[in-house]
């Protein structure tokens, strides 16, 4: 049946309507999965510049089709670096180049700076099987044609790892900290479940961080200013360039976020005589609430874990949320109820011996990460069966 499907690339999402890239990307009705594959999100990064020309993320988006309707599509870009991907493979391409190769420009299917796991092979419902494969072949292809050295899939789910892996594709994995909602109706609820050291360090931290001087407020849809989105570009920039150098993104992404996904946004803001002096950007899943950015202004003790992390706890429980994901690297995030979850890329090389080293390598560091997460796991705030319920 691939054989049947028509592949191409395209430079920007001008050349695809809306409707059909979401066909793909957010079938159904109501709050997609999470909106980091979605038209609005992706044309945002495209329409600020923080992917294009000069951003190493040069789009080259993957669209398969049947009888001239689109049955797959795929977020995929041309990289000159790896920065903004949280899946390291920067060990590859020093070595790749001391083998006399040349790793980059490189395939990347991943929503840029951005590492939270969801589908990455966007099929329109029904055309699951036969999309992935078209997908994955149609890059593989691409890269081999070009004589790029590489393809990668980042933070995909396991169905498509499954898929991969059937299609020759190298697997693998990583581990974030996510917060899971144990049907709890109130944070005293999830309080009541960890041990009463980590329960009474959590109450303390919050008593410090709300006692900062100032009101913690969260906001969303047309609550939002323009105002708001000029404070947490200053603050943004400061973490950005603390962590990168050059933050990632544009200011110009920002009023796009304003125009066009404000009912994705959920932004936390610490007030103090009125102005923000930190804030944490979180966006909505269906299910999901997904932590992203953070910064500030002052420094307040423990008011990072409130916003980040105590206050994405709180809105999870109030809107009915399974599952908050705070973001890649973090083990202090273990102690504030985070526990490790394993995460999944998929790799080709078009260097069969450089496949072979890298496959031995994954195999290793998979083993490592198991028993990472393991451990972690093990080491988590909450209430084992054999511990007493004592009271605090």
């Given at each position: 049946?691939?054989?049947?499907?028509?592949?191409?690339?395209?430079?920007?999402?001008?050349?695809?309507?809306?409707?059909?890239?979401?066909?793909?990307?957010?079938?159904?009705?109501?709050?997609?999965?999470?909106?980091?594959?979605?038209?609005?999100f992706?044309?945002?990064l495209?329409?600020?510049?923080?992917?294009?020309?000069?951003?190493?993320?040069q789009p080259s988006?993957?669209?398969?089709?049947?009888?001239?309707?689109v049955?797959?599509?795929?977020?995929?870009?041309a990289?000159?670096?790896?920065?903004?991907?949280?899946?390291f493979?920067?060990?590859w391409?020093?070595?790749y180049?001391?083998?006399?190769?040349r790793y980059?420009?490189?395939?990347?299917?991943?929503?840029?700076?951005?590492?939270?796991?969801?589908?990455?092979?966007?099929?329109r419902p029904?055309?699951?099987?036969?999309?992935q494969?078209?997908l994955?072949?149609?890059?593989?292809?691409?890269?081999d044609?070009?004589?790029?050295?590489?393809?990668?899939?980042?933070?995909?789910?396991?169905?498509?790892?499954?898929?991969?892996?059937?299609?020759?594709?190298?697997?693998?994995?990583?581990?974030?900290?996510?917060?899971?909602?144990?049907?709890?109706?109130?944070?005293?609820?999830?309080?009541?479940a960890?041990?009463?050291?980590?329960?009474?360090?959590?109450?303390?931290?919050?008593?410090?961080?709300?006692?900062?001087?100032g009101?913690?407020?969260?906001?969303?849809?047309?609550?939002i200013?323009?105002?708001?989105?000029?404070?947490?570009?200053?603050?943004?920039?400061d973490t950005?360039?603390?962590?990168?150098?050059?933050?990632?993104?544009?200011?110009?992404?920002?009023?796009?976020?304003?125009?066009?996904?404000?009912?994705?946004?959920?932004?936390?803001l610490?007030?103090?005589?009125?102005?923000?002096?930190?804030?944490?950007l979180?966006?909505?899943?269906r299910?999901?609430?997904?932590?992203?950015?953070?910064?500030?202004?002052?420094?307040?003790p423990?008011?990072?874990?409130?916003?980040?992390?105590?206050?994405?706890i709180?809105?999870?429980?109030?809107?009915?949320?399974?599952?908050?994901?705070?973001?890649?690297?973090?083990?202090?995030?273990?102690?504030?109820?985070?526990?490790?979850?394993?995460?999944?890329?998929?790799?080709?090389?078009?260097?069969?011996g450089?496949?072979r080293?890298?496959?031995?390598?994954?195999?290793?560091?998979?083993?490592?990460?198991?028993?990472?997460?393991?451990?972690?796991?093990?080491y988590?705030p909450?209430?084992?069966?054999?511990?007493?319920d004592?009271?605090?």
């Amino acid at each position: 049946m691939t054989d049947q499907i028509e592949i191409s690339l395209m430079s920007s999402l001008d050349a695809i309507a809306s409707k059909d890239w979401d066909a793909c990307a957010a079938p159904g009705d109501g709050r997609p999965e999470d909106p980091f594959v979605t038209y609005r999100f992706l044309m945002a990064l495209e329409r600020s510049a923080s992917v294009g020309p000069g951003t190493g993320w040069q789009p080259s988006y993957l669209v398969a089709r049947a009888e001239e309707r689109v049955i797959a599509v795929a977020p995929m870009y041309a990289k000159s670096h790896s920065q903004g991907e949280y899946v390291f493979d920067h060990n590859w391409a020093h070595a790749y180049e001391r083998a006399g190769g040349r790793y980059y420009p490189k395939l990347q299917i991943a929503v840029p700076f951005t590492p939270v796991t969801g589908r990455r092979l966007l099929t329109r419902p029904g055309f699951e099987d036969i999309g992935q494969a078209a997908l994955v072949q149609g890059a593989v292809e691409v890269a081999d044609q070009n004589r790029l050295s590489s393809l990668h899939l980042t933070f995909c789910t396991g169905e498509e790892v499954a898929a991969g892996k059937a299609m020759g594709l190298l697997h693998r994995t990583g581990q974030q900290f996510h917060w899971d909602n144990a049907d709890y109706t109130t944070f005293d609820d999830f309080l009541a479940a960890l041990s009463s050291r980590k329960r009474k360090n959590i109450r303390k931290e919050r008593a410090q961080a709300q006692g900062f001087g100032g009101e913690i407020i969260q906001l969303t849809g047309d609550d939002i200013k323009p105002e708001h989105w000029d404070a947490f570009w200053t603050f943004y920039q400061d973490t950005g360039g603390r962590k990168w150098g050059t933050p990632y993104l544009t200011r110009a992404f920002f009023y796009e976020l304003h125009e066009t996904m404000s009912d994705d946004v959920l932004l936390v803001l610490a007030l103090r005589d009125g102005h923000p002096v930190a804030g944490a950007l979180n966006f909505i899943g269906r299910d999901r609430l997904f932590g992203r950015y953070w910064g500030c202004t002052e420094y307040h003790p423990s008011l990072h874990f409130e916003l980040c992390y105590y206050q994405a706890i709180d809105y999870a429980i109030a809107q009915g949320l399974s599952r908050v994901e705070a973001g890649a690297q973090g083990e202090h995030k273990l102690a504030r109820g985070y526990l490790p979850n394993t995460t999944h890329s998929l790799h080709w090389m078009r260097d069969p011996g450089f496949a072979r080293a890298v496959g031995e390598y994954l195999e290793a560091e998979r083993t490592a990460v198991a028993e990472e997460v393991e451990v972690l796991t093990a080491y988590g705030p909450f209430k084992s069966t054999a511990e007493e319920d004592d009271h605090d």
